[in-house]
C-alpha cells in the first residue's frame, strides 16, 4: 500500500491520519468567475483508534494483560508501529467501557473490581436478565430459540473440546443472545455495555472451573423453559443460573484480595437451588 502524504502540520504525537493536504482545484462558478475550491485526499480506510480499541480489549479479556497492570503507552505505540495518540485514546474508549482506570500522572492501568463492584455490577445483570425473560417470554421468535439452541451446541463443543477460553466467550454471546430475545433495544445496548466488564471477570472465573460440560449445561434449562413460554419457571432459571455465577464470582475475587468497601453483613440474597439439584451440582458464571 502507497503511503499517503502527511498533513504539514502534525501533532505533537505525531502525524494527523485524518485529512491529506488541501489542494486547489479551479472551478467555474454560476456568475461565470473562476474560483478555487480546496479538495482533500480520501480518508483513511483503517481506523488506528478501532484497531487499537479492539487489540488492548482482546489482551485484557484473554488474561495477557492482567488486573492492575499498567499500560505502558510508548512501548505499545512503538510495537505497534504508530504514534502515542491513536494508544491514548485508545485507552480513554476503554476506560469508559470500565476495562481500563486512569490515575493521574501515572497512566492507564487494567481494571481490577472491589467486592462492592461485583455486587453492583451482578446486581444490575441480574435484573438485566429477568426483564429480558420476561419480555423474552412473550416475544422471542422461534428463531431466537434455534439460535439459542445453536449457541449452546456451540457451547458443549467447545467444552468437550476443552476450549475453556472460547467457551467463556461464547457463554457470554448466550446471554447476550437472550437479552436480543426480548425484543428490547434499550435493555440489550445497557446489557451490551456492560458485557465488557462481565467478560473479564467470567474469563478470570472461567480459569478455577474444573468441569466445562458442566458451564455448558447450565444453559439448558433456560432454553426449555422459554421454549415452553412458562415465565414464571424462566425467572426462576435466570435468577438461579446467574446468582450462583455471583457467588462464585465474589469467592474468587475475596481470595485474591479483593477489597470490600461496603459493610459485609450485607450478603447476597439467596435463592433456592432448583428442583431435582443440589446446589453443589450447579455452576454458572
Known amino acids: 500500500m502507497s503511503r ?3 498533513a504539514p502540520n502534525a501533532g ?26 480546496a479538495t482533500f485526499e480520501a480518508l483513511e480506510s483503517t481506523d488506528l483508534v478501532a484497531q487499537v480499541t479492539d487489540r488492548l480489549a482482546r489482551a485484557i479479556c484473554e488474561g495477557r494483560l492482567v488486573p492492575g497492570q499498567r499500560l505502558v503507552e510508548a512501548a505499545l505505540a512503538r510495537q505497534l508501529g504508530i504514534s502515542r495518540a491513536p494508544v491514548r485514546e485508545a485507552a480513554r474508549r476503554l476506560e469508559q467501557r470500565g476495562l481500563l482506570v486512569a490515575h493521574p500522572r501515572r497512566g492507564f492501568f487494567v481494571r481490577d473490581f472491589s467486592l462492592e463492584e461485583i455486587d453492583d455490577l451482578y446486581g444490575l445483570r441480574i435484573a438485566l436478565e429477568r426483564y429480558a425473560a420476561e419480555l423474552a417470554c412473550a416475544r422471542a421468535t422461534e428463531d431466537d430459540l434455534n439460535r439459542l439452541q445453536a449457541q449452546l451446541d456451540l457451547l458443549l463443543r467447545l467444552a468437550q473440546a476443552g476450549a475453556v477460553a472460547d467457551l467463556v466467550e461464547e457463554d457470554l454471546r448466550f446471554h447476550l443472545l437472550f437479552c436480543k430475545a426480548s425484543g428490547n433495544r434499550k435493555l440489550f445496548k445497557l446489557f451490551h455495555e456492560i458485557a465488557g466488564e462481565i467478560r473479564m471477570i467470567i474469563v478470570l472465573i472461567g480459569q478455577v472451573y474444573d468441569d466445562p460440560n458442566r458451564i455448558a449445561e447450565t444453559h439448558r434449562p433456560l432454553i426449555e423453559a422459554l421454549a415452553a413460554r412458562d415465565a414464571a419457571r424462566l425467572d426462576a432459571e435466570v435468577d438461579h443460573h446467574i446468582r450462583v455465577g455471583w ?7 475475596a481470595e485474591r484480595g479483593a477489597p470490600q468497601t461496603r459493610d459485609p453483613a450485607q450478603q447476597i ?16 458464571i
Open 4 to 6: 499517503k502524504r502527511q
Open 12 to 37: 505533537p504525537d505525531g502525524p494527523s491520519h485524518s485529512l491529506g493536504p488541501a489542494e486547489a482545484t479551479p472551478v467555474v462558478s454560476a456568475s461565470g468567475e473562476t474560483a478555487a475550491v
Open 247 to 253: 457467588r462464585e464470582v465474589r469467592r474468587f475475587f
Open 269 to 284: 440474597p439467596e435463592t433456592a437451588p432448583r428442583r431435582g439439584t443440589s446446589e453443589s451440582e450447579e455452576s454458572g
